[in-house]
């Protein structure tokens, strides 16, 4: 009887090799697109009640449906938002000889104002027909501009340097560890002077 003969093998191996180059190259040639959002650190939850807040330590700003900017339901434009928030924050209208009175607060000391920027909240409110590009500009010109401009002043005075730059060189891995620790006090210091206390909610 005849012997059947062996079917040829395939070698698989160089299969694998090919099969696993291919995907070498479609993970460094593919583009994945990531989401743009913003970042922000939501606050964990608590039971207890939240403290009431006096009327006149709340900046109140409303982005309409037209993308129109109300500030205290008066019509302002976007270029007077940063100094009128200053205004607000950098206020210090609390009485002198009190725990809440501000000693580095260069504002007007209107006692109908913020008392001093601890307890100076600014409230964000839009239409949900608010165009997304509207209410990015309006936050980062609160957060961006505006916050950073009296931290920028705070650190001028009290460490010669701007905040937003020691943030930079924090952020930066090639900054000594001992530099890091220095500079992560210093950058606590002036955010506990200016912390940004921001409320953002939607209006029907």
């Not at 961006?144 to 009296?150: E, I, M, P, S």
């Amino acid at each position: 009887m005849a012997s059947r003969e062996e079917a040829p093998k395939v070698n698989a191996g160089s299969m694998a090799d090919i099969a696993f180059l291919l995907l070498i190259f479609f993970l460094v040639t593919t583009s994945i697109e990531t989401d743009v959002g913003l970042l922000r650190m939501l606050p964990p939850e608590s039971e207890e009640t939240p403290p009431s807040i006096q009327e006149r330590n709340i900046f109140s700003i409303l982005i309409n449906a037209k993308d129109e900017l109300l500030v205290d339901n008066e019509l302002v434009v976007l270029e007077d938002l940063k100094e009128m928030t200053i205004a607000f924050l950098d206020n210090g209208g609390a009485a002198l000889n009190t725990m809440e009175y501000c000693v580095y607060c260069q504002g007007e000391r209107n006692t109908k104002s913020s008392d001093n920027p601890n307890k100076a909240v600014v409230s964000l409110m839009s239409h949900r027909e608010t165009s997304y590009g509207t209410y990015i500009t309006v936050q980062n010109e609160l957060v961006g501009a505006t916050y950073n401009t009296l931290r920028n002043r705070e650190a001028q005075r009290l460490f010669k340097t701007d905040f937003t730059a020691m943030e930079v060189l924090y952020l930066n891995p090639e900054t000594p560890e001992l530099l890091k620790k220095e500079l992560k006090s210093k950058i606590q210091k002036i955010q506990d002077l200016y912390p940004v206390k921001l409320s953002e909610a939607e209006r029907q």
